[in-house]
């Protein structure tokens, strides 16, 4: 489902392109897991390799890269560690945070990218390249147009509040059915309509934003809904698991607005200063395109979960800037499943 602030009237959906990065499989998401878990500081972070689909493990010494072969993957060595782009994150954070922007590690450049939006003024901007500048080549700045907002968004739509949001997955704890949305939804937002002025499909059981963005709401009409997501094409996905996503691989998003739209993940651990002045941390990156309303949508690829749709810049032809909040991280909040 997704959520969208009630004005005005909303774009026209996006056409649906084909999913360009590669996609990953279950035997990937595990790998990169587990390559993450046993490497942990001496890796600086893993791709899919665009053109053969393989898993790529960047490292800074022969020792780590062996591990990596070892495990089935390939090695990259690259400069900066994991540490320099973690420091490079703090320097953003102390001296560079400003409404507009958003920053996180792409592991193929072996940098903390930045995008800098429309609103963000020239002083602002020179700031944000005296930082980089500092930081021996770990941070790159490029401007982005639009502007980062929070957005309503997902598959099918729901109403609260005064607002229009999407749900992203229904999940189970047990016999009890729920589904997740935005948790900047839930601020407006206790029960939640399938219809403008409807009667209460769900209430919602606890939020957390900013800092993160995901919300569960649960099924207060006695419904059982299935775990799939819309395709606006007449049929939906079937949603069996859930991960992290991946740099380098195709996502697909589901909104109520943009309807399906798809795109490529080009960065994690992503901080964006929305230009509300809220800020949220640990996000995901992605191509796809998205618009008001979007917000609190489904972003997946196959049949495995991957994010709750939290906000973009918006959208240039078929190139977005959207951004969702990991899912299992919701997930694990609160101890519930995918089905």
Known sequence: MAAASGSAQAPAPATEQRDPGVRASTTDYALDSKIDRTLGSRSAGSYLDAETGKLVVTVTS?????QVRAAGAAAQRVRHSAADLRAAMTALDKRAATPGTSWGVDPRRNQVVVEADSTVSATALARLRTVAKGQDGAVRVTRVPGTFREEVLGGDAIYGGGVRCSAAFNVTQGSTRFFVTAGHCSESATN?????????????????????????????????????????NGSSRDITGAANAVVGQNIQKSGSTTKVTSGTVTATGVTV?????????GMVR??????????????????????????????????????????????????????
């Open 286 to 339: 992605t191509t796809a395109c998205s618009a008001g309303g979007d917000s609190g949508g489904a972003h997946f690829s196959g049949g495995t979960a991957l994010g709750i749709h939290s906000g973009s810049s918006g959208c240039t032809g078929t190139q977005g800037s959207a951004i969702h909040q990991p899912v299992p991280e919701a997930l694990s909040a609160y101890g519930v499943s995918v089905y």
């Open 273 to 281: 200063n929305y230009g509300s002045g809220n800020v949220v941390e």
């Open 62 to 66: 022969e020792s780590a890269a062996q």
């Open 192 to 232: 939640w309509s399938a219809v403008s002025g409807g009667p209460a499909i769900g209430k919602q059981e606890g939020f957390s934003f900013p800092g993160n963005d995901y919300s569960l709401v649960r099924y207060s009409d006695g419904s059982n809904p299935g775990g799939s997501v819309n395709l606006y």
